[in-house]
């Protein structure tokens, strides 16, 4: 019913920066919070960086003045701005969204597949 689709990952050296995209299509009748999650080796899943349908953000502790979040409502579309980024920030990044799709009054979580970003010089 929906399909979210990551762009952006990479390789990239200490200090660089990448800008992840996500574009969230499908059977969709809205789209409330969306959301950057990623999970390094070895590490559990974690929350980077989420926004609602409103543009509030919420951050991480390790990324805060670092990554910035935004949305394209007309689109659809998540993007994570990721600055300065340091070798720990080596994760696979997923795309969260909290979809209602058409005929149905609930609201359900979806994922992308995930991009690889490394860090690494």
């Known amino acids: 019913q929906v399909q979210l689709v990551e762009s952006g990952g990479g390789l990239v050296q200490p200090g660089g920066s990448l800008r992840l995209s996500c574009v969230a299509s499908?059977?969709?009748?809205?789209?409330?919070?969306m959301g950057w999650y990623r999970q390094g080796p070895g590490k559990q899943r974690e929350l980077a960086a989420a926004?609602?349908?409103?543009?509030?953000?919420n951050y991480a502790d390790s990324v805060k003045g670092r990554f910035t979040i935004s949305r394209d409502n007309a689109k659809n579309t998540v993007y994570l701005q990721m600055n300065s980024l340091k070798p720990e920030d080596t994760a696979v990044y997923y795309c969260?969204?909290?979809?209602?799709?058409?005929?149905?009054?609930?609201?359900?979580?979806?994922w992308g597949q995930g991009t690889q970003v490394t860090v690494s010089s």
């Open positions: 499908g059977s969709i009748s809205s789209i409330d919070a």
């Open positions: 926004i609602t349908s409103g543009g509030s953000t």
């Open positions: 969260n969204a909290v979809v209602r799709v058409l005929f149905d009054t609930r609201s359900s979580d979806y």
